[in-house]
């Protein structure tokens, strides 16, 4: 099914909330009533001339309206508290030490002491020096799989470009944060960490600020390190009476039981001032019987700091309506910020009032920068303990179904184009920790629920155009592996088809070769009993793609002369050119050159309509060797020569060097020395400027044989040289292997023995582990020498 709008029948649906059923929808149609166009197999702009079909359907759950596509609040810090109250000597300590980069602080103590509202006063301290950004980023520590640092790295690097392809090698991904963060000088807040293996690798350049918190010290070189205990009575106090002025009759017994935490202050605060007729006293009888009833530790114990919380949250909670406690409990479904219009759908709160009502408990807090909701880990623990299993079912259930239309909101903005490609990504981008919430429950109850696996096999063909730009290969594959399971289960042929295919794609990028052959193999098989053309030329492409990568040019050309005669019917001729340059490429590498003449003969037919200046390149490069090699010296010096004319045209072409290398070769054989030796030192300085040192390593030893055999020793000695002094300051054996070998074979041809074998042996120590078949030869060498 091309898109899938849920159907839950479910009859579970509390009436006495309001829920409504919905009924059919129209195929190709979203949740949010607009045209959907096929879903993404791997490449979003081959997507476009896809039919569109589908099938009408019933369904119970819609997606709530207004979602957020601005995106532009992504990691804004809340503000800082209205209220915020003591804390001075800790501002001091900071001021103090913080005197010049790199400046790290690390904020650490009990859940709900008060260190996330800490950082925004320490942030401010220093916005003018760094003045660019602040970005606050929740780590999840409390979780039991929180968010990995490349997961971090991903979203921040997003946060500042929406659309920059992410590598999926962690050195690269480390390195484009770095140059991410490098452009700007800002702070970062990484609040509730979860140790330093999450935290090292994040640590932005010195052009900003960092601080951390966490529940355990981070201990990082330079960090400024504050263990932050509750606060003073007199502090305590303070606070207590700025939430609810007239609690002051029992202010002491009170702030005795929250134990100087902000968290059940503030809690108990904002309680009493909601039920400000009740007498002090009598409030403060109340919320000592809840601390007793209990039980655990003596109160009065100074470090049990949970008490106080658990009691103001009890307390706090016997006291909400029924209503807005079972709102409270649906709560925890999120795993972490959401906006109000999705709590309103998912809770079943239409009009807000048990949201509002929450917020005023402080049960909820509200970030007035993004206008976006969240719990505090101490208000989800407590309330994850009261949750009933049949409820939360049917909540989930939601939250999953309303971020999957999100996710196709998403999509569908990626799919417009222009200034929409960057709504829909920052919408995901924004929801992405609720829609893997919302994937990751209808991966787990798919084969029980079919319900739920519509869901999953519908979020990836919603969501593939971008897990696969913003997720890890790793964390697509679950996705891919989940939906091809549901797929199966729903005989969805044309999604099953889909996911083998996106999933082959992760496994090359994975460089999990065997598993990426045997999955698109299965898909290519899978396409060919559909019918489906544009599949199998999905396979063959990402399979041809997999065998280039192994070196495999046996087996890449019998994809490559398969997806070939898919083409004839489709008269696509870009694509034969470019198939036709790989197959010659192919060829040349196993020396199969009559075959690479003739392809590369039928792809100079195609040159008129191709306007890849690479790819001209690569042909007349391989064209010219297959001629080279069958005799054809003119006709392959003619295109060499082509190749290195338009090579000094073309920014950035990868094959300069080689190709007056091979005219270099080409002049050599007809015995034109000065020739050769005037195009190495041209392929010379081409590859220098490539500042790839092996290549130019090689070049030089190549010059250094030319120059010996033309007599000029001495001019060859110095490229010798200086090629394996290369070798050594870039400590590559096997440039040092080839210069020694290559030198020591020159000695030889000149009749120097002695030191012929001196460097072949060398050369020999080198190859013994890197080639042995190398060795074999260089061995032979040296003994005949010997012998003579």
């Not at 968010?147 to 962690?170: C, G, V, W, Y």
């Not at 008490?307 to 103001?312: F, P």
């Not at 496994?507 to 698109?520: D, F, G, H, P, R």
Request: charged share 25%; hydrophobic share 40%; with cysteine.
């Amino acid at each position: 099914m091309t898109t899938i709008l849920i159907i839950l029948i479910s009859v579970v649906v509390l009436a006495a909330l309001g829920s409504k059923l919905f009924s059919k929808g129209s195929s190709g149609k979203g949740a949010s009533g607009k045209d959907k166009k096929a879903t993404d197999s791997g490449e979003a702009s081959s997507q476009k001339n896809k039919k569109e079909e589908g099938a009408d359907i019933e369904k119970t759950l819609k997606m709530s309206s207004n979602i957020n596509i601005t995106g532009v609040t992504l990691f804004r810090p809340p503000p800082e508290p209205i209220l915020f109250t003591g804390r001075k000597e800790v501002l001091k300590k900071v001021a103090a030490q913080a005197s010049a980069p790199p400046i790290l602080i690390g904020i650490s103590g009990f859940s709900g002491i008060g260190k996330s509202c800490l950082t925004i006063p320490l942030s401010k301290m220093f916005a003018v020096q760094y003045p660019d950004a602040c970005l606050f980023v929740d780590m999840q520590g409390d979780l039991p799989n929180p968010p990995s640092a490349e997961d971090i790295m991903r979203r921040i690097i997003l946060k500042f470009h929406p659309t920059q392809p992410i590598p999926t090698n962690d050195k690269h991904l480390a390195k484009l944060y770095r140059v991410a963060l490098k452009a700007h000088k800002g702070i970062l807040i990484l609040d509730n960490a979860s140790g330093v293996k999450q935290i090292k690798p994040l640590l932005p350049p010195v052009s900003w600020v960092l601080i951390v918190t966490s529940v355990k010290p981070i201990l990082l070189p330079k960090i400024i390190s504050i263990e932050l205990e509750p606060m003073e009575v007199l502090e305590a106090h303070t606070l207590l009476t700025r939430w609810a002025p007239e609690i002051s009759p029992a202010i002491k017994e009170i702030s005795h039981i929250c134990k100087g935490v902000p968290l059940a202050l503030e809690l108990i605060g904002k309680l009493f001032y909601i039920n400000s007729t009740m007498a002090p006293d009598y409030f403060a009888k109340k919320f000592t019987e809840v601390r007793k009833g209990l039980g655990g530790e003596d109160e009065d114990k100074k470090g049990n700091l949970i008490d106080g919380v658990r009691a103001a949250l009890t307390l706090s909670y016997s006291m909400l309506p029924e209503k807005t406690a079972l709102v409270l409990r649906k709560l925890s479904v999120f795993p972490g910020s959401f906006s109000a219009e999705a709590a309103s759908f998912i809770c079943e709160d239409p009009k807000r009032l048990s949201l509002t009502g929450l917020e005023k408990f402080g049960l909820i807090q509200l970030n007035t920068n993004t206008l976006r909701y969240s719990l505090h880990s101490q208000v989800k623990k407590f309330i994850k303990s009261l949750a009933k299993a049949g409820d939360q079912g049917m909540v989930a259930k939601r939250h999953a179904t309303e971020f999957m239309n999100v996710l196709e909101s998403a999509y569908t903005l990626v799919e417009k184009g222009g200034k929409n490609i960057i709504k829909g990504f920052r919408l995901f981008d924004l929801e992405l920790e609720n829609i893997k919430a919302g994937m990751e429950w209808s991966r787990k109850h798919c084969d029980q629920d079919i319900d739920a696996a519509r869901v999953c096999s519908a979020y990836t063909e919603n969501g593939a155009t971008m897990i696969n730009k913003r997720l890890s290969p790793a964390e697509c594959i679950q996705w891919y592996e989940a939906a091809l399971l549901a797929a199966n289960q729903l005989e969805d042929k044309e999604a099953e088809g889909k996911h083998l295919l996106n999933l082959g794609q992760q496994y090359v990028l994975l460089n999990q070769s065997a598993k990426a052959i045997e999955t698109l193999q299965s898909a290519l098989a899978f396409c060919k009993r559909e019918g489906n053309v544009e599949g199998q030329t999905t396979a063959l492409e990402q399979l041809g793609k997999v065998c280039m990568i192994n070196d495999d040019h046996q087996q890449h050309i019998k994809f490559v002369e398969e997806h070939l005669d898919l083409l004839k019917d489709s008269g696509s001729k870009v694509e034969e050119f470019k198939l036709l340059v790989q197959l010659t490429k192919s060829c040349v590498e196993l020396k199969e050159y009559n075959k690479a003449v003739h392809t590369g003969e039928q792809a100079t037919e195609l040159i008129p309509i191709n306007q890849d200046k690479i790819l001209l390149i690569t042909l007349l490069h391989n064209l010219g060797i297959g001629l080279m090699e069958t005799g054809e010296a003119e006709k392959a010096l003619e295109k060499f020569e082509a190749g290195a004319g338009l090579s000094q045209k073309t920014p950035n072409s990868p094959l300069l060097g080689a190709l007056f290398q091979l005219i270099a070769e080409t002049a050599l054989k007809a015995g034109d020395v000065p020739g050769a030796l005037k195009n190495l030192k041209r392929g010379l300085e081409a590859v220098q400027k490539t500042k790839n040192l092996q290549a130019t390593g090689l070049m030089m030893v190549q010059l250094a044989e030319v120059h010996m055999k033309s007599k000029g020793e001495e001019q060859a000695i110095n490229y010798f040289e200086e090629a394996l002094s290369l070798s050594q300051k870039t400590k590559d054996i096997s440039l040092k292997g080839a210069v020694l070998w290559k030198w020591g074979l020159a000695l030889g041809e000149k009749g120097n023995i002695e030191e012929a074998i001196s460097r072949s042996q060398k050369a020999l120590k080198i190859y013994e582990d890197l080639d042995p078949s190398q060795a074999n030869e260089i061995r032979a060498q040296v003994e005949k020498w010997a012998g003579s």
